[in-house]
């Protein structure tokens, strides 16, 4: 593993704890040996590379200092609204970057994000796509692959999506009265 792969490592746990996924603390050693061995310096590293699994209960507080010490702790936006697109942002550059399967990314976004949202304009595409690779058989014709390139294709356009960012509520978001 790379110095940068290894900061992508630990940066791409920070978010899914940051979004409350549940990370095993086995997995959050392992990304701190990862780190150690690709020579990246901070000084509770090696203090998480080395526990035992005795010791698995300190894991996510000397995770959450090597990322503080490192500058990659991440927190997403107070606003419950901001944070569910960042959450979106999030897991579509995993798709579109190939760290994440497209229907398992495809599906977190549908299911994590626009229904909170209501479906918004802005995920139609993705939330299709989840969809199609959901419900797709054999006899649909179309081979499952082309079906995740077209996933890869809707996290791509999202990304490209421009500021202002989150987008302003839309028609279709109910609003109080």
């Known amino acids: ?27 959050l050693i392992q990304a701190g ?16 590379a080395g526990l035992l699994r005795s010791e698995e209960p300190e894991a996510p507080a000397l995770f959450d200092q090597v990322l503080e010490e490192l500058g990659l702790l991440f927190r997403p936006p107070a606003d419950p609204r901001a944070a569910l697109w960042t959450k979106a942002r999030w897991i579509a550059g995993r798709i579109a970057d190939g760290s994440l399967d497209p229907a398992a990314g495809t599906f977190l976004i549908w299911a994590d994000v626009a229904y909170d949202l209501g479906y918004p304009e802005e995920l139609g595409d993705i939330v ?14 179309v081979p499952f692959e082309e079906l995740q390139g077209e996933a890869v294709e809707a996290a791509k356009q999202f990304l490209a999506i421009g500021a202002p960012w989150p987008p302003p509520a839309s028609a279709a978001e109910p609003t109080a009265p």
């Open 1 to 27: 593993m790379t110095y940068e792969d290894a900061l992508k490592q630990l940066g791409d746990i920070a978010n899914e704890r940051a979004f409350e996924r549940h990370v095993g603390s086995d997995r």
């Open 33 to 48: 040996l990862d780190a150690l061995l690709a020579e990246v310096e901070s000084p509770s590293l090696a203090l998480l």
């Open 128 to 141: 299709a796509c989840a969809s199609n690779l959901e419900d797709w058989t054999d006899s649909w014709g």
